[in-house]
């Protein structure tokens, strides 16, 4: 079977934190350098083997904080990654 089709998927690099009892938290803030080079890297790669790169798509995932009782809570996304879809040329 020929591999005329070629996606890649590229998480995106998140720092954590250690919280109040020791625990890492993720903080869903990416490493937008970080990404980009990754990127690029897998882009080249893709070119070198006689791909032609014809899109770049973001994955977005979402999360959320409540606190029960208090009254408030927020939804928010971030960029989890992104899928580099290339072809043969």
Excluded: H, W
């Excluded at 625990?23 to 990416?30: F, N, Q, R, S």
């Excluded at 014809?54 to 992104?82: A, E, F, I, L």
């Amino acid at each position: 079977m020929s591999e005329n089709v070629k996606t890649v998927f590229i998480p995106s690099s998140q720092e954590s934190k250690s919280g109040m009892f020791g625990k890492e938290k993720p903080t869903d803030e990416v490493d937008g350098a970080a990404l980009a080079r990754q990127i690029e890297t897998v882009c080249n790669g893709l070119v070198d083997s006689g791909y032609q790169i014809t899109q770049v798509m973001p994955v977005t995932s979402g999360g959320n904080n409540y606190k029960n009782g208090v009254g408030y809570g927020y939804g928010y996304g971030y960029t989890s990654g992104v899928i580099v879809i290339a072809s043969i040329v």
